[in-house]
């Protein structure tokens, strides 16, 4: 069982900065896809940003230009930088290795 564990969530205020962190100990991270997702209070879990092997990206349209995903296999672990914060950006973020294995999610709360 493989097991992720994110950190780097808090409180920022609009227009702040966060890096969230994702670690597979464990893992042969590098042939996973990678991807983060986020669920807001009485919203589904959406689809934030994608990183695959190959290191191609994508994004949800409501991040583009704000967020970036990135990977470092050598300490196994995905990265999101959060930029121009927003509060609708307010959500538990999780993160997702291939398609079965999930962290436990970190709060991310914007406000002022």
């Known amino acids: 069982q493989v097991q992720l564990v994110e950190s780097g969530g808090g409180l920022v205020q609009p227009g702040g900065s966060l890096r969230l962190s994702c670690v597979a100990p464990?893992?042969?991270?590098?042939?996973?896809?990678m991807r983060w997702y986020r669920q807001a209070p009485g919203k589904e879990r959406e689809l934030v940003a994608t990183?695959?092997?190959?290191?191609?990206?994508n994004y949800a349209d409501s991040v583009k230009g704000r967020f970036t995903i990135s990977r470092d296999n050598g300490k196994k672990t995905v990265y999101l930088q959060m930029n121009s914060l927003k509060p609708e950006d307010t959500a538990v973020y999780y993160c997702k290795m291939g398609n079965s294995f999930w962290g436990q999610g970190t709060q991310v709360a914007v406000s002022s």
């Open positions: 990183i695959s092997s190959d290191r191609s990206t």
């Open positions: 464990g893992s042969i991270f590098g042939i996973y896809t």
